[in-house]
């Protein structure tokens, strides 16, 4: 295969080129256990897998509010491609657009260099989902979404920061903006990010004698008149308690109309009235997802919400029935839910189905290319959820059952706990909530992240000249002293 202007893995092992490759776009839940699954087996058949995703990771997203307030350390939260999929070839890069009917992909490497083209023979849609935003002015210049490692560590530090500076303040508008967090969207991610940073700066405050608990504030927006769909209104109205018992204001059927400046104004739901308006400089946007638009650069059929259709088989499946070769799970599919409990009647966007899925569709996808195994439907009753709200702190409702505060809290981590992909990771997690809980939280904060190199700059910048020190003037003598020294004594 012509791959003009491309050196990555290909170049180096050019035996992999002409086998038969099952391409998985994306390397998050679905990506990361479809390779997993696959590498061994594709490659004892003489085929390879390649998995194509820009980052070299995947990302556990139910850790990022707890990596966001130092309960754990961010690089644990991830799983590390090269480690895990040493079997599969890896691409760092983004699949831009796919031509099934040709087999060919376009890949666009993550460094800028020229797109080359990949064929493939069987392909796996894993490309997940990315932050669902809206046009409101100044969002993008102020906010911040908690999708990534990345963004939940600059959360983290700049909370901290934050509090240090406006500890050095007088009180008056410009430490109450410092000192004001806001977050919006009621969901699970809305609700954990603003009780554990929360949580973080509690402890941070505690340490730092020039200011107090109640010089934060915390603002949780939500333009529905309820939070968290995914458990009942009673617990949903305990939650809602909760929070305003740690002093965090929860404003429902609140929007966002602008945040230009830093100034955010707030409107009512559904009238459209003004609500609030202050200054803030820490908005965090958690207001949902949407299905990654890669799609939307590919032959395949899509619904009215973006997403790639698949059938229970998680085939992708056109008005013709389902399309050989090609499948796809996760938050970039609309997989129909047979236990009959999705919204819509599709499983619900969450790292629950998005692994279960991804076992399956590998397993499917070995049956059908090489006749081990059998294809079967994905079914699965989601089991309930949990969430935790800071130490100690959460809530739970699993198989009916429901749960508040520590036992949620201690539901919540045995989950995720159990849930994190790989034993080295659990173990890594683990040991860090065990340390977490003889030392407490680490509220260090990390600087210069977004500025690396400024120190050494600094230091390598040619260093102004000291200014020359002034030499004092000799006083100069009057006409009248002269003339007098010149006067002969009488």
């Known amino acids: ?70 309960n754990i350390e961010a690089r644990h939260a ?9 079997a599969s070839e890896l691409i760092s890069g983004r699949v831009a657009s796919i ?28 490309a997940g989902a990315i932050t669902r935003t809206f046009p409101i002015k100044g969002l993008a210049e102020q906010g911040i979404g908690m999708k990534s490692i990345e963004e939940a560590v600059t959360v983290r530090n700049k909370v901290i920061e934050r509090i240090e500076t406006a500890s050095l303040l007088e009180d008056g508008p410009e430490r109450r903006r410092m000192l004001t967090f806001v977050v919006v969207g009621g969901g699970f991610a809305g609700i954990e990010t603003i009780a ?35 458990v009942t209104e009673e617990q949903a109205l305990w939650v809602v308690d909760h929070l305003r018992s740690r002093g965090i204001q929860v404003l429902l059927n609140t929007s966002l109309a602008n945040a230009e400046g830093g100034l955010l104004q707030l409107i009512n739901m559904p009238d459209k009235s003004a609500a609030d308006e202050f200054e803030a400089d820490t908005l965090i946007w ?108 959460g809530v739970a409702n699993i198989m009916g059952l429901k749960l508040r505060g520590v036992l949620a809290w201690a539901a919540h981590r045995g989950y995720h706990g159990m849930a994190m992909p790989t034993f080295e990771r659990k173990f890594r997690v683990l040991s860090g909530w065990f340390a977490s809980f003889l030392f407490r939280r680490d509220t260090t904060q990390l600087m210069d992240l977004q500025t690396p190199r400024r120190q050494f700059e600094e230091a390598a910048s040619p260093k102004p000249k000291p200014a020359a020190e002034a030499v004092p003037a000799k006083p100069q003598e009057s006409a009248d002293s002269r003339t007098a020294d010149k006067q002969p004594a009488s």
């Open 196 to 230: 554990e940073i929360e949580d973080l700066a509690r402890a941070t405050v505690a340490k730092n004698d020039r200011l107090k608990r109640e010089d934060l504030r915390f603002v949780l927006v939500e333009a529905m008149g309820r939070i968290m769909p995914e």
């Open 78 to 86: 991830v799983v590390s491609h090269r480690t895990h999929l040493g």
């Open 99 to 126: 031509d099934h009917a040709q087999r060919k992909a376009v890949v666009a490497p993550a460094d800028g260099s020229a797109p080359f083209e990949l064929s493939y023979r069987d392909v796996v849609l894993a």
């Open 286 to 393: 958690t207001a949902g997802v949407q299905a990654n638009p890669m799609v939307r650069s590919t032959d395949f059929p899509i619904d009215e919400r973006g997403r790639v259709r698949a059938n229970a088989e998680l085939r992708i499946t056109g008005d013709d029935g389902p399309i050989d070769g090609a499948w796809a799970a996760g938050d970039v599919s609309a997989v129909p839910d047979l236990s009959g409990g999705g919204v819509g009647g599709f499983c619900v966007p969450n790292a629950q189905h998005a692994v279960r899925q991804a076992k399956r569709l590998a397993a499917n996808l070995y049956a059908e290319r090489y006749g081990v195994g059998r294809v079967a439907e994905y079914k699965h009753k989601n089991m309930g959820a949990v969430a935790g709200f800071g130490v100690y702190k």
């Open 1 to 70: 295969m012509d791959t003009p202007g491309y050196t990555g893995p290909m170049a180096s092992h050019p035996e992999f080129i002409d086998r038969p490759r099952v391409l998985v776009v994306g390397g998050g839940y679905v990506g990361l256990y479809v390779a997993m699954k696959l590498q061994k087996k594709v490659r004892a058949h003489g085929g390879i897998v390649t998995v194509v995703d820009p980052v070299p990771y995947m990302t556990y997203q139910p850790f990022l509010p707890e990596v966001a307030a130092g």
